[in-house]
């Protein structure tokens, strides 16, 4: 999974424009069996600008035409949500309305379904997402919700910086802070790398809880890609 995602930053890092990265996150969540995917922008739970997306034929103009997106339980999940989240966490979690019953079978019927969404939370209300999904009945590939997030939680940072935006640095990092995360990288877990520094599990727990909260992001894997992408570790 980090070999991936190493990948992935190593390529995005080559890449000079925001469409040719597009590509290439495209056609890396397209490896993982998700054809379709949607970059938008939304606040106070309506989609205000969509800078890219990638659909069966008359999906989109049906979505924009028919105001999908005032009930699209995604669309209103999203604004509380914190984490990546399945479209079928998202639905069981609200009482669907029948009109929204009618519009997740719609997708279905057009070859939008078992999707999941990452949040990327703005300033307000507002929070961009990128949603990807399938366009038949199989199953989403198990286990693999960590490493699309990686993936995607790249592709926003290389973005910012080919738009200009500031990155945290991580500069505030302890040395021990970044012994962890380092190894964290390398896939080990807490009671391997306490057994390598010669501290308890709950010493490395510390640090890595410490390392996620200044990076600003919400799991180790996120916590590796910035760690990459802003020089804090190597690949």
Request: charged share 25%; hydrophobic share 35%; aromatic share 8%.
């Amino acid at each position: 999974m980090i070999a991936f995602i190493e990948d992935f930053i190593s390529s995005s890092g080559s890449v000079t424009s925001a469409e040719a990265l597009r590509d290439l996150y495209l056609d890396a969540v397209e490896s993982e069996g998700y054809q379709n995917a949607v970059f938008a922008r939304t606040r106070d739970r309506r989609v205000v600008d969509i800078p890219w997306m990638r659909f069966p034929n008359g999906y989109a103009d049906r979505y924009v035409t028919s105001g999908w997106d005032q009930i699209d339980p995604v669309v209103q999940f999203v604004h509380s949500a914190r984490r990546p989240f399945a479209w079928s966490d998202a639905c069981g979690k609200t009482k669907l309305s029948q009109r929204q019953k009618a519009f997740l079978a719609d997708c279905r019927d057009m070859g939008v379904h078992s999707g999941i969404t990452i949040p990327l939370h703005g300033p307000g209300t507002d929070v961009d997402l990128i949603s990807i999904s399938l366009r038949d009945e199989r199953g989403a590939p198990p286990n693999r919700l960590a490493m699309i997030y990686g993936l995607t939680f790249q592709y926003r940072l290389r973005l910012s910086e080919l738009n200009n935006e500031k990155l945290s640095s991580g500069q505030d990092l302890t040395a021990k802070e970044i012994e962890c995360l380092k190894w964290c990288k390398e896939g080990k877990t807490n009671w391997e790398i306490g057994e390598i520094l010669s501290i308890s599990e709950k010493t490395v727990e510390f640090h890595l809880s410490n390392t996620i909260r200044k990076l600003g992001v919400s799991n180790r894997i996120t916590a590796v890609v910035k760690g990459i992408q802003t020089g804090i570790i190597s690949i």
